[in-house]
T-cell receptor, first 116, second 119 residues
């Protein structure tokens, strides 16, 4: 079964520092991977996605992620964090339930705190 | 990106009453919508998949008689929490996918969520 692991529950960085959020997946075929961000009390916003092609994916808000098949990873990075990046980040993989009815399986999330 | 509107954003109800949450796709048609539940500091757990014009598909362990889902049109799905109890208090989020872009890599758009508190 498909699964997603986010090893870090909570990460604290200083504003302006670089950031890397880890995500490992378990999936037999080529995975479709997503990173979402959730601000407190809000829904989810897509940051970026990977399904094929270039393994380095650029997203919104200056985020990027690199797909590494050999490591089963899809880590999210940002070179310089802003205070507004403080939020919960979820990695997700599409779970193919047959036909066009796909389902997203989410990791448990990583809470990012940004210190001034 | 596409917009999914969820209403209400917050609701407080008395134990034993029913609450309806609406999920609308504003600028696209969605044959499939998804309902999630999120406990504090937890991930999103898929409750059910809502299919336009047919019965919803519930995940294992989710009571279909308690969480009634109706997907009467291509832009609206509703979740009704029946006979709500304090343990049903949670954050409920819906998402939808554009039926005309329905491939495996098509993103799902999320509503802003509904905070349900049962007192």
């Amino acid at each position: 079964a498909q699964s997603v692991t986010q090893p870090d529950i909570h990460i604290t960085v200083s504003e302006g520092a670089s950031l890397e959020l880890r995500c490992n997946y378990s999936y037999g075929a080529t995975p479709y991977l997503f990173w979402y961000v959730q601000s407190p009390g809000q829904g989810l916003q897509l940051l970026l996605k990977y399904f094929s092609g270039d393994t380095l994916v650029q997203g919104i808000k200056g985020f990027e992620a690199e797909f590494k098949r050999s490591q089963s990873s899809f880590n999210l990075r940002k070179p310089s964090v802003h205070w507004s990046d403080a939020a919960e980040y979820f990695c997700a993989v599409v779970r193919n339930s047959g036909g066009s009815n796909y389902k997203l399986t989410f990791g448990k999330g990583t809470l990012l705190t940004v210190n001034p | 990106g596409a917009v999914v509107s969820q209403h209400p954003s917050r609701v407080i109800c008395k134990s034993g009453t029913s609450v309806k949450i609406e999920c609308r796709s504003l600028d696209f048609q969605a044959t499939t919508m998804f309902w999630y539940r999120q406990f504090p500091k937890q991930s999103l757990m898929l409750m059910a998949t809502s299919n336009e014009g047919s019965k919803a598909t519930y995940e294992q362990g989710v009571e279909k008689d308690k969480f009634l889902i109706n997907h009467a049109s291509l832009t609206l799905s509703t979740l009704t929490v029946t006979s709500a109890h304090p343990e049903d208090s949670s954050f409920y989020i819906c998402s939808a996918r554009d039926q005309y872009m329905d491939t495996m890599n098509t993103e799902a758009f999320f509503g802003q969520g509904t905070r349900l508190t049962v007192v």
